[in-house]
């Protein structure tokens, strides 16, 4: 808390004051209680978790990932069966405890000493394993040592990423070979910065500091560096020098996990004493003084977007993206910690913005990345297609696929603990039943990825990640759940939605550096429309295993593209599903493989 004689003088000059005197930091609207039509949408999201969990057991149990449509599986994340160990606090949280117990007794046998995969991804295996294994043991009370032990074994592989004294590791280890590991000469931002939580629950569950200090040094290495703007950092560095590569600033794929970190993991640890909430704080006023932006030659003005923003492509870049959706509800949440309304306000503004690419969508599911038309008619690296579309919905689709991203769904559960306004439950039940009616896949009971949002009928891809598990039935859920499940006010969750109890739970206020931001225009939830109702089953699409990324024609920044729509895919992937060539940096490549 600021002390009270800096506390007078200040709340005279701020818009939002701080609140002093506040008894505790409360994160959740106090007394939010569960409805009764809340219980039942639980229990049917819950009872749908189940099935489509179930059709991965049968078919591809043990393997990272289900193929829906062909019944078969694949093995991007080692082969370890990733849907399991991500599954684990989903099934624990809903109270499928059968499914809990079972993966349990399952990834205490994983053999994460060796792999079939040639490398493995440092990012994807802290997200999903590390912190699937940590979170798992916290919810169950701590009792099963085997988890840790496990994660150690992880962890002691992740850390050879990091070769000699650099500050920032390589992202792609050689996990049956690490006396010889591979340099490299790029480490993105959401690599190095997407660490510490999960480290720093190892250190801890294992007495060993020695992965805490790897994950901060990163941290500080990014957040002490030279910004383009102050807290707004470029993607790519150098892990040798720790300096920056590039100039391309973002909250979507590449960037968003590591400004996502700074926040939670003051929350995780209580710490308002280092450097992580002053920088995140730079981070939320920079983009509100360069980033946002409101939509032009649309009748949907009062939207509130996020630009990215690279001055050698021309400055900002009127484009958003799913993953980049996230930002919304970690705004809100930083914003209840330290107590600035402003930044709350600005949250649910583009919490909002984000549900009107649902709501507005002809499937009532939003797009992998959308455009405007942005300040001054800017339309820099951008294509509107469909004029009509656009002056009524203020967005057009840009990426088209849906592969069953949590985002926009994980912000708007945000927004709803916060608030407690049913306006955003209700949003989110129509997304939910959007999903479910494009998504299932009525032979075996999976959801499958969705090749055009831009449709009454999409067409179902062959593809359903584990994040479905872990994250977009989760968020889902506990939007319904009662509320003290997963309590903001006593959990963090980690980029895969895993939760870790934070340490100080009853800490009564977060110390902050004043800004002084006006907040946005007004711009609430609007009534969610019933999407229309087709319900064809799609055919089954020739290609199998991943999608076919739809980039647009021309225009648009390549490592734009290319990050804000593959988000958690590797850029191999995505060139070889793409079957386009694309000329890019080696370090744009490297970036890409977040
Ligand atoms: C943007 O375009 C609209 C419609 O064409 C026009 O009325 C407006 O003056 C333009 N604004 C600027 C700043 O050029
Ligand atoms: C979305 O659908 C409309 C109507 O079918 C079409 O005109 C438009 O080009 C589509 N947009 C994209 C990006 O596919």
């Known amino acids: 808390m600021l002390s009270k004689n800096f506390g007078a003088l200040l709340s005279a000059l701020l818009l939002v004051a701080a609140p002093f005197g506040a008894e505790a930091a409360t994160i959740q609207k106090p007394g939010l209680k569960q409805s009764e039509t809340s219980a039942s949408r639980a229990n049917q999201i819950k009872a749908a978790y189940k099935t489509s969990y179930q059709a991965y057991l049968k ?16 093995d991007p994340f080692g082969g370890w069966g990733a849907s399991v160990v991500d599954s684990l ?3 624990f949280l ?14 205490k046998k994983i053999d994460f000493t060796k792999t079939s995969s040639d490398t493995i991804s440092l990012f994807e295996t802290n997200i999903r394993y590390l912190a699937g294994l940590i979170s798992a043991y916290e919810l169950g009370g701590k009792k099963e040592q085997k988890l840790i032990d496990q994660a150690k074994v992880v962890g002691d592989h992740l850390i050879t990423g990091w070769l000699g004294s650099n500050p920032l590791p390589c992202n792609t280890l050689k996990w049956n ?12 931002i959401a690599e190095g910065g997407t660490l510490i939580l999960e480290m720093d629950r190892l250190s801890k569950y294992t007495g060993d500091p020695k992965y805490l200090k790897l994950a901060t040094k990163s941290m500080k290495t990014i957040a002490q560096s030279k910004g383009v703007f102050p807290g707004l950092f470029p993607q790519v560095y150098d892990p040798k020098t720790g300096l920056p590569k590039d100039d391309y600033v973002t909250w979507g794929g590449g960037s968003d996990s590591f400004f996502e970190y700074l926040i939670k993991y003051a929350y995780l640890t209580g710490d308002d004493q280092s450097l992580w909430i002053p920088t995140w704080v730079n981070s939320v006023s920079s983009s509100i003084e360069h980033l946002i932006e409101h939509p032009e030659q649309t009748q949907a003005k009062q939207l ?22 996230f930002a919304g509800g ?3 949440l930083g914003a209840k910690m330290i107590g600035q309304d402003a930044f709350d306000q600005y949250g649910q503004a583009l919490t909002a913005a984000c549900a009107n690419t649902y709501t507005a969508s002809p499937s009532g599911i939003g797009p992998e990345s959308f455009v405007f038309v942005g300040t001054n008619n800017n339309t820099d690296g951008v294509r509107i297609n469909n004029a009509a579309f656009y002056r009524k919905n203020g967005f057009d689709f840009e990426v088209t696929q849906y592969i069953l991203r949590p985002e926009v769904m994980e912000s708007v559960f945000y927004a709803y603990r916060t608030t407690g306004d049913a306006r955003w439950q209700e949003i989110a039940w129509n997304a939910w039943n959007s999903i479910y009616r494009n998504c299932l896949v009525k032979q075996n009971g999976a959801l499958a990825a969705l090749a055009d949002v831009n449709s009454t009928s999409p067409t179902k891809l062959d593809d359903s ?12 859920y506990l ?10 006010d006593k959990y963090v969750f980690n980029t895969e939605a895993h939760p870790f109890l934070v340490d100080q739970p009853q800490k009564a206020s977060y110390k902050a550096p004043a800004v002084n931001v006006k907040p946005p225009k007004k711009d609430k939830p609007k009534k969610a429309k019933q999407p229309s109702k087709t319900d064809k089953d799609a055919p089954v699409p020739m290609f199998s295993s991943l999608p076919g990324l739809k980039l647009p024609e021309g225009g648009g920044n390549t490592l734009g593209n290319l990050l804000g729509s593959i988000g958690k895919r590797t850029a191999s992937q995505v060139r070889r599903h793409r079957g386009v060539a694309h000329k890019r940096r080696q370090d744009q490549d490297a970036a890409a493989e977040v």
Not at 59 to 74: C, E, I, K
Not at 94 to 107: A, C, I, P, R, T
Request: net charge negative; glycine share 8%; with cysteine.
């Open 94 to 107: 809903m109270g499928h405890m059968d499914l809990y117990n079972q993966g349990v007794e399952y990834s």
């Open 479 to 488: 939007i319904f759940a009662d509320p003290e499940v997963a309590n903001l």
């Open 59 to 74: 078919y591809a149990t043990g393997h990272d990932a289900l193929l829906p449509l062909s019944n078969g599986f694949t």
């Open 304 to 325: 509130t977007y996020l630009t990215d923003y690279s001055a050698s492509n021309g400055g900002n870049l009127p484009r958003w993206s799913h993953l980049g959706c």
């Open 330 to 332: 970690n705004w809100i």
């Open 89 to 91: 606090s989903t099934s």
């Open 465 to 476: 990640e584990s994040f479905l598990y872990a994250e977009t039935f989760k968020y889902l």
């Open 177 to 188: 070979n690490l006396a010889t590991p591979d340099a490299c000469t790029s480490s993105g």
